[in-house]
């Protein structure tokens, strides 16, 4: 899930081929193993704050949340 100034914003496929040097960041990882890649939103060019939620384990809702502000 994405948040963009709170208003949900979608994955953006046209942001991620902008990216066409770098791997979607996509699929299951085994445990102690690590994956590398970017993922994509289209934002308003006036937006102040993203906000990503990534779920780690889908068994026990584990969350992180990262946040980027334009400043």
């Given at each position: 899930?994405?948040?963009?100034?709170?208003?949900?914003?979608?994955?953006?496929?046209?942001?991620?081929?902008?990216?066409?040097?770098?791997?979607?960041?996509?699929?299951?990882?085994?445990?102690?193993?690590?994956?590398?890649?970017?993922?994509?939103?289209?934002?308003?060019?006036?937006?102040?704050?993203?906000?990503?939620?990534?779920?780690?384990?889908?068994?026990?809702?584990?969350?992180?949340?990262?946040?980027?502000?334009?400043s």
């Open positions: 899930e994405a948040y963009c100034d709170d208003y949900t914003c979608d994955y953006s496929i046209s942001a991620l081929s902008s990216k066409n040097d770098k791997k979607q960041l996509d699929g299951t990882v085994a445990p102690g193993k690590k994956m590398k890649g970017v993922v994509g939103y289209e934002v308003p060019t006036d937006w102040k704050e993203l906000e990503v939620h990534y779920t780690l384990d889908i068994l026990d809702n584990t969350e992180i949340i990262f946040i980027a502000t334009n």
